[in-house]
């Protein structure tokens, strides 16, 4: 937990100090939920682990499915609005912001055909996915990507890319720091 904190006040200058982030951050709390449900989602207890996650959607705002994996120092920065699809994979040290999506693209018909198959997205290590941002489909997005404020992402994305625009371009490679909303100290010229 120590470990999980630290990362956080390492990735939000807004974090002044752990008890803040326990007791103020919603993604802190969505997280620690989602643990407990998806215990009791391996444990094959599926209503209560559904339940857990309707309680931490009803005050976090943020969903995510009991059966997402999720690796360490998940940041979901505010939060309002997160959703995280049932199959959906993240890896160590994400940083996703409020009203992103990882979700499916199959139609909600023929669900049958579409139980215990891959539909969600899979993040890798160190994924920064910036506000908005759609990132759609059984794709994986690789290690040290940046996915842009309001992309649209639904083919999978190469490790180090920058992922921006309606459908989502790779513009680049993370070689300096990212800007998740696309401000630099020069974009006021």
């Known amino acids: 937990m120590n470990s999980f904190l630290e990362s ?11 008890l803040s982030v326990v007791l103020t951050y919603p993604g802190v709390k ?7 449900a998806h215990f009791f989602s391996v444990a094959k207890f599926h209503l209560v682990a559904r339940m857990i996650s309707q309680l931490s959607r009803f005050l976090t705002g943020i969903e995510i499915h009991p059966k997402a994996k ?3 120092n ?6 309002m609005g997160v959703v995280v699809g049932e199959t959906s994979e ?18 909600s018909i023929d669900s049958d055909n579409q139980r215990n198959v891959k539909r969600h997205p899979t993040l890798k290590d160190n994924v920064v996915v910036g506000s908005g941002a759609q990132v759609l489909g059984p794709i994986i ?13 639904t083919k999978n994305v190469p490790e180090n ?13 993370t070689t300096e720091e990212f800007k998740p909303y696309g401000i630099t100290p020069s974009s006021d010229e």
Request: hydrophobic share 50%; charged share 15%; aromatic share 6%.
């Open 74 to 79: 998940l940041f979901i920065d505010h939060g």
């Open 90 to 107: 993240i890896g160590d040290n994400v940083t996703i912001y409020h009203m992103v999506t990882l979700g499916g693209i199959s139609p």
């Open 8 to 18: 956080i006040i390492n990735r939000d200058p807004a974090a002044k100090s752990k």
């Open 30 to 36: 969505a997280v620690f939920f989602h643990q407990i």
């Open 70 to 72: 999720i690796g360490k």
């Open 141 to 153: 997005v690789g290690k040290n990507a940046k996915i842009g404020a309001n992309a649209v992402v």
């Open 161 to 173: 890319a920058v992922m921006v625009g309606i459908p989502a371009k790779n513009v680049g490679t």
